[in-house]
């Protein structure tokens, strides 16, 4: 989406969990059409173009939480356009964890959480078909 360009680092997109319809966890995700899907009211969020909503009441997109890769190679979340700072348990500063690493071994780490992602995306579709 125009302005989110920096957003989707690698193609990672990170999405609020809550429908802005009635505020239902938005908690299904259709593979085959992407589609995120809100069970109360059947609202569907297109993930490839900024949660826009395709079917239902949802009157706006899900809100976007822009995402980069760090020095280091972690995803992390950004605040505007600035890495978002705070204060871990150990008393350091540190950059708020959103995903896996991506690192030297993420390529490998990336694959494996996808494929494990997509097979639970799978199960809870055909669940919630039946």
């Known amino acids: 989406m125009k302005g989110r360009e920096s957003w989707a ?8 969990k809550l429908c802005t319809h009635l ?11 992407q589609l995120l899907v809100c069970p109360c009211h ?12 395709q079917f239902g009441p949802a009157p706006r997109p899900l809100p976007q939480l822009p995402l980069y890769i760090d020095g280091q190679g972690f995803l992390r979340a950004q605040a505007g356009l ?6 871990g348990a150990s ?10 690493s991506h690192s030297h071994a ?11 992602l997509l097979e639970r995306a799978r199960y809870i579709v055909q669940r919630a078909m039946r």
């Open 91 to 100: 008393g350091s500063a540190g950059v708020s964890d959103v995903q896996t």
């Open 23 to 33: 505020g239902c966890p938005v908690g299904l995700y259709e593979q085959e059409l």
């Open 82 to 87: 600035q890495p978002a700072r705070r204060t």
């Open 9 to 16: 680092p690698l193609g990672y997109v990170a999405y609020s």
């Open 106 to 116: 993420a390529p490998c780490r990336a694959k494996r959480l996808r494929e494990k």
């Open 42 to 53: 059947q609202s569907m969020f297109n993930v490839n173009n900024g949660a826009v909503p």
